[in-house]
Nanobody, 119 residues
Framework: QVDLVESGGGLVQPGGSLRLSCTVS????????MGWYRQAPGKQRELVAD??????????NYADSVKGRFTISRDNYKRSVYLQMDMLKPEDTAVYYC??????????WGQGTQVTVSS
């Protein structure tokens, strides 16, 4: 059984920072893409950022709304992906979900972690 364990959410003031972590446990996965999505109340789930695999080069992709403020990274040895979120805004408030895609195309989701940006 494959599980994605997320951590790092919480309450932060506007302009503050948080770092989300997601670690894959179980299974012997060859992971292609790791990423973060978010869903605010009443809105659809949207891509925040993702990063492909690769030892020499990795492609990262960011939503326009977070470019220059968020940074995604991954550690293949630890089977983990991270999201450093700086200069947080109230509109970043959402449940953040980790998503992992195997090289076979199978997709796995984490349980979600709440991020609230408020003064």
């Amino acid at each position: 059984q494959v599980d994605l364990v997320e951590s790092g959410g919480g309450l932060v003031q506007p302009g503050g920072s948080l770092r989300l972590s997601c670690t894959v446990s179980g299974g012997s996965l060859v992971i292609a893409t790791m990423g973060w999505y978010r869903q605010a109340p009443g809105k659809q789930r949207e891509l925040v950022a993702d990063v492909t695999s690769g030892t020499r080069a990795r492609n990262t992709n960011y939503a326009d709304s977070v470019k220059g403020r968020f940074t995604i990274s991954r550690d293949n040895y630890k089977r983990s992906v991270y999201l450093q979120m700086d200069m947080l805004k109230p509109e970043d408030t959402a449940v953040y979900y980790c998503k992992v895609i195997r090289s076979t195309g199978d997709t796995y989701w984490g349980q979600g972690t709440q991020v609230t940006v408020s003064s």
